[in-house]
């Protein structure tokens, strides 16, 4: 199977588990999207990259503004279009595709937001790329995930339990290389923030189905890992840990 098909695979069936999920559906990053949703223009045209289960969409469609939801998983964008018939967003629409190729105008938006999105791509820096092609000059993308640490033995073993969970993940970035993919994309960084998310074990590992064996290889990893480690991650009896997430803000440059 190619790295490009596995987010279906991996998603598609568990629409339902990510839409109704706590970490998901919740959080101080949706909050402040929500609260900069109601100060924006009705109407404003609004890109969810990689949307997911849709919360991001929702929170903005929810404020008024025009919402594309975009998602490589036909599953998740099933789900996310009958939430939004539900709620009743008139100006709502779902698109199939890959953040790496966007389907969408050049100059097509004023926001752009990826949630918890990015670590999957197989290519961010082209990412970042379409993303800039698809606003206007001056429009403000977000982007929210969790955020790989400057130490390299925190960084390598973040990757090692992620990628043992979900083998469609391909890598949480580090800040400093998230600016660098931004700038390189014509993006200028105006804010940035972290906090760190308690991860159950039991429930983070449900809600991707990872098999007994990968679970178990999981905690061998935490059980073998040095004590620097275990206390950076706070990690529990039960396996559960502290994940670092981070919420980056950028604006892109106007053009002469």
Known sequence: MKQSEMPEQQFGARA???????????????EEISHSAGRRSPGLHALDLGCGAGHVAFAMA????????????????EVVKQTAE??????FSTHLGQAENLPFDDGSFE???????????????KGMQE?????KDGGEIWIVDAMADENPLYDTTLQTVEMLRDPSHVRNYRQSEWTTMLNAA????????????????ASWTTRMNTPELR????????ARSSEEVRQHFDVLADGSFLLPVGLIKAIKAVTA
């Open 215 to 222: 679970c178990r290889a999981i905690e061998c990893v935490w």
């Open 62 to 77: 929810g404020a008024g503004l025009s919402v594309s939801a975009l998602d490589p998983s036909e599953g998740m964008l």
């Open 186 to 201: 014509g993006f200028q960084v105006v804010d940035s923030t972290a906090w760190t998310l308690r991860m159950e074990f």
């Open 111 to 125: 926001w752009v937001i990826s949630r918890f999105s990015a670590h999957h791509w197989n290519n961010v820096p």
């Open 16 to 30: 339902q588990a990510y839409l109704q999920s706590t970490v998901h559906s919740q959080g101080k990053d949706l």
């Open 86 to 91: 539900q709620r009743g967003y008139a100006r």
């Open 131 to 135: 993303a800039s092609r698809v606003l």
